[in-house]
């Protein structure tokens, strides 16, 4: 292995993970996650423990947008980062070549519900300009190394998402 294999956009990109079933999965696991998260306050659901998160665990909050298209609320359920006062979020869907469909509802509507544990806030998200993602992006794959392995697996740079509470 070279020093530039890593870094390579679909360097070790596992076999599958473009085939049409990965979304409907995904979308199918994250509704279970919702609604037991909701059901508990997120005492279950509410830490990560696959990959690099086991066995410590990355706490997940869950994201509500308005749907871009059909104007209804959609949430699922994300790993996060909090900063202050604000919430940290990277649209990596798994390094899909695409970005999240919840990342595009955001831009279209950036103001979303951010609910941790039994806490929800309004608030409004947007896009980390390059400085905040410098800054950033460490400290998401510090809390979740993952993230860097899904960066390689995709062409698109993932964005980095901040909430901020609306005042």
């Known amino acids: 292995m070279t020093d530039a294999e890593p870094t390579t956009p679909g360097f070790n990109r596992p076999q599958g993970l473009d085939s049409r079933l990965v979304p409907k999965i995904i979308k199918v696991v994250s509704r279970l996650n919702v609604a037991v998260y909701r059901a508990t306050g997120g ?3 509410g830490t990560w ?5 086991f066995p410590r665990g990355v706490p997940m909050c869950l994201l509500t947008t308005k749907g871009r298209k059909s104007g209804l609320p959609r949430t699922l359920p ?3 980062l909090i900063d202050g006062d604000r919430v940290i979020l990277a649209a990596s869907q798994g390094g899909l070549p695409n970005n999240p ?3 595009l509802n955001l831009q279209a509507a950036p103001e979303v519900t951010v609910q941790i544990r039994r806490d929800v806030r309004r608030m409004r ?3 980390a300009d390059p400085a905040e993602r410098a800054e950033l ?3 998401l794959v510090a809390m979740y190394a993952d993230f860097d392995r899904y960066q390689a697996w995709t062409e698109r740079e993932i964005p980095v998402v901040i909430c901020e509470p609306i005042r």
Do not use: D, E, V
């Open 43 to 45: 005492r279950i659901g």
């Open 49 to 53: 423990r696959i990959g690099s998160a």
């Open 78 to 80: 994300l790993l996060h």
């Open 101 to 103: 469909l919840w990342y």
């Open 125 to 127: 998200a947007r896009t």
């Open 137 to 139: 992006w460490p400290r």
